[in-house]
Nanobody, 123 residues
Framework: QVQLVESGGGLVLPGGSLRLSCAAS????????MGWYRQAPGKQRELVAI???????SYADSVKGRFTVSRDNAKNTVSLQMNSLKPEDTAVYYC?????????????????WGQGTQVTVSS
């Protein structure tokens, strides 16, 4: 079983910065894609940023130039540096690991989600 544990959420003023971190633990052989999604009240969950094991990245248009996603393949961690935060960035942020291959079941892959961390941007 694989678990994702997030940290780093909180309350920040508009224009401020936060850094989210997520660590995957378990019998992990390989994680293809890691990333971040968010869900604001009354809205659907949306992609924020993803990064492949080869370090290719993709961002939502709304965060390009402000957010940076990074990962450490050896440690199975992914981070999201969020700068110039806006009130509309307020949401619960979820860590995601896609196509996770474990040593226990190397013939298949599974997706996992973290429990979510609240980010509130408000004055």
């Amino acid at each position: 079983q694989v678990q994702l544990v997030e940290s780093g959420g909180g309350l920040v003023l508009p224009g401020g910065s936060l850094r989210l971190s997520c660590a995957a633990s378990g019998s992990i052989r390989r994680i293809n894609v890691m990333g971040w999604y968010r869900q604001a009240p009354g809205k659907q969950r949306e992609l924020v940023a993803i990064i492949t094991s080869g370090k290719s990245t993709s961002y939502a248009d709304s965060v390009k130039g402000r957010f940076t996603v990074s990962r450490d393949n050896a440690k199975n961690t992914v981070s999201l540096q969020m700068n110039s935060l806006k009130p509309e960035d307020t949401a619960v942020y979820y860590c995601n690991a896609r196509d996770v291959v474990s040593y226990d079941t190397p013939w298949s892959s599974t997706d996992y989600w973290g429990q979510g961390t609240q980010v509130t941007v408000s004055s």
